[in-house]
Each structure stands twice: as C-alpha cells, then as structure tokens.
C-alpha cells in the first residue's frame, strides 16, 4: 500500500493492482473520496456524489476475490450530468430542469461501464445543456482562477485533481478535448456514429459523440472499449500498449503536421509546446508531412451551423415557452440557431461533406496514419474574464477560441484524441490532438502512446487543497 500514490496511479493501473490484492475498491474510493473533501470546496467539479458508492466498492472486492475480471472492476468513475443514471435527475446545469424527476433507467454509455464493472462516484458539472467551454461554477485544478474547459468541464477537474479516476464526457464541438487540454488529462472523441447515446440528453444530433476522460492513453482506450461494448478486448488492448512503451518508436509511421489554419493565431505558450511536440515525434521516428488543410475553416463553420440550428431544435418548445430559465450565453446561441434558414442548413451539411472528402483525400494522398495540431490555440482563460488574448493583442471571446482548432474534427467525424504536451509560462497545461482514420481508434492510440511514453506531461499533477499522497485504507 505504501507504494501506491493518488497522484501516480491511474484507472489501468489500479485495475491491476487490485486484481493483485494489492489494493482494494473500498481503500481506492477511500482516497478519491478524501481528495474530493479536500479538493471541491475549491473546484466545484460535482453536483452529486452517490451514496450508493461504497455499496459498489464493497461488491466489487467481493468480486475479485470470488475470481471476476470485468474490466474495470473497482475503478471510481464520474458521470457528466447529462447522461441518465437511474435514480438520479439529469438536471444538465439548467434551472429549467431543476425539479426534473429522477432517471428509471442507465443512459446506455452509463449502463455498460457500470455493467464493467465501475464504481459510479456522481455527477459531475457540465456546462449549462453541453452548449459552452466553461462549465461553471466548476474550476481549473492548476488554477482555481481559471476555467477548467468545457462543457464536460467538471469530467476533467476531477481526473485532474484526484477525485476519480476516469470520467464520462461527451463532444460536439470539443467537449471532451477542450477540457482534456486546459486540464492536463487525456480525451477521446471517437468517431461520429460509432457508440450508443441512448439516454443522453442532446445538443446536436449530428455532431454529439461520448467518450472517456482519463490520466493515460492506455485508460481513455479501456473506458472506450467498455463504452463500445467490447469488453473481452480491454485486457489485450492495454497490454498490447503496455508493450509499446517499453521502447517507444514511431519509425515508419506518417504523420501530418497541420499548419495553415491550425497555427493561425496561437498563444506563445501553445506554439512553443506544439513545436516541442513536433520535435519529440521526429525524434521518435515519424515520418512527417506538412499539410494546410484549404477547408479546414469551413469544416470548422459547417460544424458551428449545423450546431446551432439542431440544438435550437432540441430546445425549441423551452426557448418558446419559457426562455426565461436558459442562462444568457446559451439562450442567445439557441436564439440564433432558430433564426437560421432551412437553406442555411441545407449548405451546411453540403460543406460539411466537401470537408470530409477533401480530408479522406488529403489522409490518402500522403498515405497518413494520423494528423497532429494544437488542441486548443491557448490555455485556459480566467474564469473571471471569459475572453482568450494573443500575441500582439487580438482578443477572442472564449468559446470561439476554444472551440476554433476542435470543431473541424466534429465536422468530419475522424477520431481525435488530446494528450498533454507540456505548460505555459504560467504553467497551466497544453494539449496535443492526434486525429485518425475514421473507426481507427485504437492505431490512433498506438500512435499517442509511443509519444506520452518519450515524454513526461502525462505524469504532471496540480497541487490544490490538502492532498495527502498515499492511499489510506478507510
């Protein structure tokens, strides 16, 4: 027990230490739990957390000792609070749902993690309806001035900080990356249409996806083979990265370096450590190709329109009868996506198809494994001051900054995932995106794998609260 630390283990480590007996789920919710008291008077990540926690924990090490091995059972995990969790509300961050009554039944991501085996800890905050970067009132762990992203913002405080050890988010227009950036974690958003939403509440339903945020690239892969119901392929699919990084190399594999658009107006601080990437990946051996993608502006409109008349869409009854009980920010949104035309729409999705074909051509021409680009073009902003300075003094309200390097990747549907690749001048964390092959999930994490395991970002922990550093039995 001495050995194991909140701050060094993460979800597939700790699957294999209790398996090992070297560490029970009811000593493992203990800590998270601990982390969560000394921790959320500041962050403000959760909205609930479940009493039926411990229950879970209890059951799970009576599991493993009875010989189970679900794949993630015992792992402490926090839900985003728009996916149903039976008996508890899906309030969504909204006052319009306020006296929403409880769920009768798991959202269907929820279902197969807890059928996984997890421990669900709560929910956790979520930017009001997923329509925004922010998720207030929840808060940056390496700074509690600043915002930790959105909108599965509170998803990614908690693994960031401690109080779980994998999160679910969902991504429309960066949801899951953004977040994973500013925060230091890692996030998947798997291709469009490949897992289940059922009992998700929407935003726009030809963007939304569900994916995992975790501490590792080997943890988001085993959250998502769970959530894509191929429980039987954890085990192997984690040793199969364990091997990787024994000597990471990426010799032979081609790679794209966007430029163009996606260097265009950056923080210094996200150049630097973009650039250092770079680096690392040739160091490793890859093969790289730089590549201006000419649509990938209008790849990034076409996703914000098609957003913005769908999620109207979703909430036209509510924006119509009672607008009252949206926030300012997201109802203004809304309010445009209903003022949108049908032909408006209609050019949208037009564009958003020449985009996935000019990228297809693109990946085909220089016979490319995966892209890498910035995450996000900076870090993340004060919670104080919802607006994101460059070099040279141009200012970007924050959800067009943020989302302005993601939503490209919503439009064309393609696997990205987000993995820390260093820290500003203030030390607030930057986030790589590898992007993939449509349904290549696991090549795409190969690729990340082979450059978290040259590099150390990934072992980076915030320093907040109280923490202590070991495990303690309860």
């Known amino acids: 027990m001495g050995s194991l630390s909140l701050d060094t283990i993460t979800l597939t480590t700790a699957v294999a230490a209790m398996r090992a007996r070297k560490l029970s789920a ?59 969790v039976a008996g508890s509300p899906t309030r969504c ?82 949801s899951i990356r953004i977040p994973a950036s500013v925060t230091g974690t890692v996030g998947l958003k798997p291709t469009y249409g490949s897992l289940d939403l059922t009992g998700t509440f929407p935003l726009s339903v030809s963007l939304d996806t569900v994916g995992p945020i975790t501490r590792t690239v080997a943890d988001a892969v085993a959250m998502h083979l769970v959530l894509a119901n191929r429980h039987a392929e954890v085990l192997e699919a984690v040793a199969h990265l364990d091997r990787l990084a024994v000597e990471p190399s990426l010799t032979g594999v081609r790679l794209g370096v966007m430029r163009g658009f996606f260097n265009h107006r950056l923080q210094s601080g996200v150049a630097e450590a973009f650039e250092q990437a770079v680096r690392a990946l040739a160091e490793q051996g890859a093969e790289l190709v730089e590549i201006d993608w000419q649509l990938a502006e209008a790849a990034r409109a076409s996703a914000l329109l098609i957003s913005r008349v769908e999620s109207a869409a979703v909430h036209h009854r509510l924006l119509r009868e009672n607008p009252e009980l949206i926030g300012d920010d997201v109802r203004y949104r809304f309010e445009v ?58 200012v970007e309200n924050v959800g067009a900054a943020l989302t302005r390097l993601t939503m490209p990747w919503n439009a064309t549907g393609q696997p990205a995932l987000s993995v820390p ?7 607030m964390p930057v986030g790589l995106s590898f992007v993939g092959k449509p349904n290549d999930e696991l090549r795409l994490a190969e690729i990340a794998q082979h450059y978290e395991q040259a590099t150390d970002w990934h072992r980076r922990r915030p320093s907040i609260g109280g923490r202590t550093d070991g495990l303690a039995s309860p």
Request: proline share 6%; with cysteine.
């Open 421 to 427: 690749c260093g820290f500003d001048h203030d030390g």
């Open 26 to 84: 009811v000593e493992l919710l203990a800590a998270v739990h601990q982390r969560y008291v000394e921790t959320e008077p500041v962050l403000h990540g959760w909205v609930e957390r479940f009493t039926e926690a411990r229950a879970q924990a209890v059951t799970a090490d009576r599991r493993i000792a009875g010989g189970a091995t679900a794949p993630l059972l015992g792992v402490p995990i926090g839900i985003k609070d728009i996916f149903d």
């Open 337 to 394: 996506g209903a003022l949108l035309t049908g032909d408006t729409y209609l050019r949208a999705k037009e564009a958003r198809r020449a985009a996935r074909d000019s990228i297809r051509h693109i990946y085909r021409e220089h016979e490319l494994a995966a892209v890498v680009a910035p995450t996000t073009p900076a870090v993340a902003p004060s919670a104080a001051r919802l607006e994101v300075t460059f070099s040279g003094g141009a």
């Open 93 to 174: 961050n909204s006052p319009s749902r306020e006296d929403v009554p409880v769920a009768h039944r798991d959202a269907e991501p929820v279902h197969r993690l807890r059928k996984a085996g997890t421990v669900l800890l709560g929910k956790t905050v979520t930017q009001e309806f997923a329509a925004g970067v922010v998720s207030a009132p929840a808060r940056n762990p390496w700074n509690p001035h600043r915002v930790p992203g959105g909108s599965s913002g509170g998803s990614a405080a908690s693994v960031s900080a401690g109080t779980s050890l994998g999160a679910l988010g969902s991504d429309t227009g960066g």
